[in-house]
């Protein structure tokens, strides 16, 4: 079955860095985009970051342009989201999630996302 597993959250403090992994299994990974998403307490999901497979196009929300890289290795089934010079309001819980098709977005709704993971808590506090 088609599974997602986030790890590589824990707290840190601002201005440090953590790199975030969404293993997938139960498909080809190199034929779907993914996609990270976050949601802090009392707060929408949002959009963080996003990887076609097609030909490896990244996005990101403008929030974390500049700080934030996602990139991916097909052949280990891994997406990574290295996350650098971390601010208090980048503390959520991260999703990683599979786009239901080659290319990716930073909008979840509509059905764009068909497989999340549970997620993995990042807290960003002195």
């Known amino acids: 079955q088609v599974q997602l597993v986030e790890s590589g959250g824990g707290l840190v403090q601002p201005g440090g860095s953590l790199r975030l992994s969404c293993a997938a299994s139960g498909f080809t990974l190199d034929y779907y985009g993914i996609g990270w998403f976050r949601q802090a307490p009392g707060k929408e999901r949002e959009g963080v970051s996003c990887?076609?497979?097609?030909?490896?196009?990244?996005y990101y929300a403008t929030s974390v342009k500049g700080r934030f890289t996602i990139s991916r290795n097909n052949a280990k089934k891994t997406v990574y989201l290295q996350m650098d010079s971390l601010k208090p309001e980048d503390t959520a819980v991260y999703y990683c999630?599979?786009?239901?098709?080659?290319?990716?977005?930073?909008?979840w709704g509509g059905g764009r996302y068909d497989y999340w993971g549970q997620g993995t808590q990042v807290t960003v506090s002195s």
């Open positions: 990887i076609s497979a097609s030909d490896g196009s990244t």
């Open positions: 999630a599979r786009y239901s098709g080659y290319g990716c977005s930073l909008h």
